[in-house]
C-alpha cells in the first residue's frame, strides 16, 4: 500500500462525464429495482437477450452497429443491432424447429465469431439455458461440461467437432442435435447445417415471457481436485450486467468496447457479449490470438474507447513495447478508459499504463459465481495502485473474521466482521445482488457451504483500509504460514515484479520441517536477463528488502513461463503439486491444455 494514489480529475467535459461522478451519493441512492425498471418490459419480463438486442432493434438505435468482428485474416464483418436481432430471431427459430424447449441446455465451442454471439442470444430468447466452452479444451473437459450439464444441442464447428468432440459423443447419448457453422456431416449423429436453418427460419420470433429467476446461464468453473461446477445463473442477471457496465466500466451507448476475454469464460459472456449489448455500445470482436503489435494497431484502428482486459495480457504488452511507449507510435487518442480482470493487477502495471497508454489501469474484482464485477476502481475516484476498489453500488462487502483452521468465525448465527482497517480475513458480500449465482448444478450441499452467518464467502483472502478499498491478499487455500506469519503470495508477488530484470512471478509455501512453510517463487525473466546464481541472490536480498526477512521469498527458480488459467490467473497450486509430487488436479482451466 506504498504506493501513491493516482488522483483523477475534480471537473470533466460535460460531454463525457463518468457515470458514476459522486460515489457516496450513488450508494445512497441506488437500488436495484431502478434498473430492473428500465429494462423489464410488460409481457417479455427479464429476459437477457430482449434486453441486450430487441429494445434496441425496436428504436431508433436500430442502425446503430452491435458487433463489429474482426477475422484472423483480415475480413471484417459488421451487424447492426436490428440484423443481430433479426439473426438472433432465426436461430430461436431453428431451435424450436429442432424441438429444443425452454430450459433445455444448448452449449457453443466456437472460437470468437459472430455465430457464438448469435447463438448464445438466440438461445436466451427462446429460454433454454445457454452454456459456453472454451475452444481449446480438449475431449475430456468437453465430454464432462456437456454430460453434467446434460446439452442437448452443441454449435461447433466441423473441425472442432473432429478434434474435441467426435472421440467423445458415444458417452453423450443426450446430445441430439450438432449444429455446425460451416456446413454439415452426415456421419455425425443429429447433424445439422446452422447456416440452411437460420436461411430456413423466419426473423420474427415473440420471446416467451420470462420469469426473472429463470435459469438462464450456465458457466463452469473447476476446483483443485474432483468435477467442475456448474455456476447457475438467472435471467435477472442482466440488471447487474447493465449497472456494472456503467458504473465499473462506465459505457455509454456511443462507445466502442472492446473485451479480450474468450466468450468460453464468464467475463466473455458477461462482458464481451452481454453487458456491452445492454448498453447499447458497439463491440469490437477479434478472432485473432494475441499478438501485442495487433491489439495495438486495434485500439488505434477501430478507435477503441473502452478496453477491458487481463493482467496477463497487460504484462505481455509491457514486455512487447521495449522503450518506446505505445502512445508514440500508435494514435490512442480515442482510448478513455481501460479496466482489467482475472487477478490482481500489479501498480507497476497501472503506472505503465499512465506512461505508455496515457490512461491508468482500472482493476476490479469478481468471480464465476458473482456473475458480475462487485468491487471496481471507477472513472471519477482515485486509484490506489494494487487496490482492487471499492464495491459498486447496490453491493455490500465485507472482511470477515476467520479462526485458526481457516473458517469464518460466527457468534450468535452473524459471521464476524474484522475489527480493525488493514486487519486480513475473507472477503464476503451480503447475498441478494441480481447476478448472484443461484446454486451449483447438482450440488446443493457444495453451494451451502458458501454462505455463512449471512454473507457469501469468496474463499479470497483481503483487507479493507480506513477509505473503504479493498485490497487482495491470496485465495484462502493460497496463504502461506512461515514460523507464525499468514504471508500472501500476491504480496510477494508484487515485490519482486518490481526488480526490472522480473516480468512474472509466481509464490507458495513449500513445507519446512522447522518454520512450517517457507516462500518459494517461480520467476520468469524480461528479455535481455539470464537466469544465474548471481542474479537469485540478487533476488533474494531484494525482496528481502522490500518485504524483511519474515515475508521475503527463501527460495527463487527461474521458469520461461508459469502455468496460468485461460482467464490470465497464474495457477500457485499447480506450481505447488509440480514442486512437491502431489496430483495435480483438474487441468481443464490450464492455458495449454488440449
Not at 473502452?306 to 496477463?312: C, I, S
Not at 500508435?330 to 490512461?359: C, H, K, M, Q, T
Not at 487496490?387 to 473474521?401: E, F, Q, V, W
Not at 480493525?420 to 443461484?438: H, Q, T, V
Amino acid at each position: 500500500m506504498g504506493w501513491e494514489p493516482i488522483r483523477k480529475p475534480v471537473s470533466w467535459p460535460a460531454h463525457r462525464e463518468p457515470n458514476l461522478l459522486d460515489y457516496a451519493r450513488a450508494r445512497e441512492s441506488f437500488s436495484w429495482r431502478a434498473v430492473r425498471d428500465e429494462l423489464v418490459v410488460p409481457g417479455v419480463g427479464t429476459n437477457i437477450a430482449y434486453c441486450a438486442l430487441t429494445r434496441h432493434a425496436r428504436s431508433e438505435h436500430a442502425g446503430a452497429v452491435a458487433l463489429r468482428w474482426l477475422g484472423k485474416d483480415g475480413t471484417r464483418r459488421e451487424l447492426t443491432y436490428g440484423e443481430l436481432d433479426a439473426m438472433t430471431n432465426r436461430f430461436a427459430r431453428g431451435l424450436q424447429r429442432l424441438g429444443v424447449r425452454p430450459g433445455d441446455r444448448v452449449f457453443t465451442l466456437l472460437g470468437r465469431v459472430p455465430e457464438l454471439h448469435v447463438a448464445v442470444l438466440g438461445a436466451l430468447k427462446l429460454g433454454a439455458v445457454a452454456c459456453p466452452l472454451f475452444s481449446a479444451f480438449g475431449p475430456e473437459p468437453i465430454r464432462e461440461r456437456i454430460r453434467l450439464g446434460d446439452g442437448i444441442a452443441l454449435v461447433t464447428s466441423a473441425s472442432l467437432y473432429r478434434r474435441k468432440v467426435a472421440s467423445v459423443r458415444s458417452d453423450l447419448p443426450g446430445l441430439a442435435h450438432v449444429l455446425f457453422v460451416d456446413g454439415h456431416d452426415d456421419a455425425v449423429p443429429g447433424s445439422v447445417d446452422l447456416q440452411a436453418l437460420l436461411a430456413d427460419s423466419s426473423p420474427e420470433f415473440e420471446i416467451p415471457t420470462t420469469a426473472p429467476e429463470q435459469l438462464a446461464l450456465l458457466h463452469f468453473t473447476s476446483g483443485t481436485t474432483g468435477t467442475p461446477k456448474g455456476a447457475m445463473h438467472v435471467h435477472d442477471a442482466v440488471v447487474a450486467h447493465a449497472a456494472t457496465a456503467r458504473y465499473a466500466l462506465d459505457l455509454h451507448p456511443d462507445d466502442v468496447f472492446w473485451c479480450t476475454a474468450d466468450p468460453g469464460w464468464v467475463t466473455g459472456t458477461s462482458y464481451g457479449i452481454i453487458a456491452p449489448l445492454v448498453i447499447g455500445a458497439t463491440l469490437v470482436v477479434d478472432e485473432a490470438e494475441f499478438d501485442a503489435a495487433r491489439w495495438y494497431a486495434t485500439l488505434e484502428r477501430e478507435r477503441v474507447t473502452v478496453w477491458y482486459t487481463a493482467p496477463t495480457a497487460v504484462r505481455m504488452m509491457m514486455r512487447a513495447v521495449g522503450d518506446q511507449p505505445p502512445r508514440a507510435t500508435y494514435d490512442l487518442a480515442s482510448l478513455r478508459f481501460v479496466a482489467s480482470v482475472g487477478e490482481p493487477l500489479n501498480p507497476e502495471a497501472i503506472e505503465w499504463g499512465l506512461g505508455a497508454l496515457g490512461l491508468p489501469i482500472h482493476d476490479n474484482w469478481w468471480q464465476t459465481e458473482t456473475g458480475g464485477i462487485m468491487i471496481a476502481n471507477f472513472a471519477a475516484s482515485d486509484i490506489k495502485p494494487g487496490s482492487m476498489g471499492r464495491p459498486l453500488p447496490g453491493i455490500d462487502a465485507t472482511i470477515l473474521r476467520r479462526d485458526d483452521h481457516g473458517h469464518v468465525v460466527v457468534r450468535d448465527g452473524a459471521a464476524v466482521e474484522v475489527g480493525d482497517p488493514g486487519e486480513e480475513g475473507e472477503l464476503a458480500l451480503r447475498p441478494g445482488w441480481p447476478s448472484m449465482f443461484r446454486g451449483y448444478l447438482g450440488e446443493e450441499e457444495r453451494y451451502r457451504r458458501c454462505f455463512a452467518g449471512g454473507w457469501y464467502l469468496s474463499g479470497d483472502l483481503a483487507t479493507r483500509d480506513a477509505d473503504g478499498y479493498f485490497w487482495f491478499v491470496g485465495r484462502g487455500d493460497d496463504v502461506i504460514k512461515s514460523a507464525g506469519h499468514l504471508i500472501g503470495p500476491f504480496e510477494v508477488e508484487s515485490a519482486l515484479m518490481e526488480h526490472p530484470a522480473v516480468a512474472e512471478a509466481g509464490v507458495i509455501g513449500k513445507p519446512d520441517p522447522v518454520v512450517g512453510n517457507v516462500v518459494k517463487a517461480f520467476v520468469v525473466l524480461h528479455p535481455g536477463y539470464a537466469p544465474s546464481d548471481e542474479l537469485r541472490l540478487e533476488l533474494i536480498g531484494f525482496g528481502r528488502k522490500r518485504l524483511g526477512a519474515a515475508v521475503a521469498p527463501k527460495e527463487i527458480d527461474f521458469r520461461d513461463d508459469l502455468p496460468k488459467t485461460r482467464s490470465g490467473k497464474i495457477m500457485r497450486r499447480l506450481l505447488r503439486a509440480r514442486e512437491l509430487g502431489l496430483p495435480e488436479g483438474d487441468l481443464s482451466m490450464l492455458e495449454t491444455a488440449e
